[in-house]
């Protein structure tokens, strides 16, 4: 197996008194759809900017992050060529961040800034290759209906997905999603990570943050759990259990990072991570 994403005995601290992340390892393979769940303020994307390159680690001298066999941070130093290494890693806010007056293919474009000359972005001059690439990834996420429309006028998960049409213009081998549908409806996020899972199944790499688990036992064969900046838990999604996230979290914690009502969930994932259909109230 491809190691896609190592990190190696990361800590982050903001504050002397307290560690975001703390002494944190995972490993990653290519091709996996990992989940990294946890409440609010455990970590979830204080890691995932660890990893994108946009936030140094610790100066601990055992820090590491590597991406894709090549490192990309170390003992808290961006690598030199961190601006090439983060071409291949797209990152999804959970605020989509498009430019409400552009249209959907403008922001969709928008993603091929960091790969064509800083003269022709200043322009806005795009070749017919950049818009088929963009028209593209929007057929990816089903959103090429909408290029001709401002963005103003898509809904929440629609701009969503439109923000991962643009991380994919940049032709990213590993997506980070940093809770990209915090902020939607159950019918929203559902279509959202309907994409995600799409992207994966054609061999991206996918970790993303989530603040419901039922979302990570849906989608992901494997969760990573953080608790104030430790990993609790590595291992099957199908494992975690209402009994095992009191465990981890206590029961009050817990019972906040579900989404769905006790008798909606599933606990299962399949085996070759074939999406469980979602309930009605999904
Ligand atoms: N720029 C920053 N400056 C100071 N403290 C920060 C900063 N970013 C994060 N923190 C702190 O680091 C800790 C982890 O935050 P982080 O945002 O990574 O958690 P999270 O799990 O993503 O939370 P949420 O689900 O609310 O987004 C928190 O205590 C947070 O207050």
Redesign the pocket.
Known sequence: MTVAINVTQVSKH??SD?A?LSDVSLTVNKGEMVALI??????????LRVIAGLLKTDKASSAKVDVLGKTLQASGQLAKDVRQQRAQVGFIF?QFNLVNRLSVLLNTLMGSLGRIPKWRGLLGLFYTADKHLAMQALQRVGMEHTATQRASTLSGGQQQRVAIARALVQKPSIVLA??PI?SLDPESARKVMDALADLNKEGMTVLV?L?QVDYAIRYCKRTVA?KD?VVVYDGPSSELTPEKLDKLYGATSASEMYAFPSNDRSTSVSTDNTVQPLAANA
């Open positions: 903001f504050r307290k975001a946890g409440a609010s303020g455990s970590g979830k994307s204080t890691l959970q940093d809770e915090a943050s603040h953080l900046g």
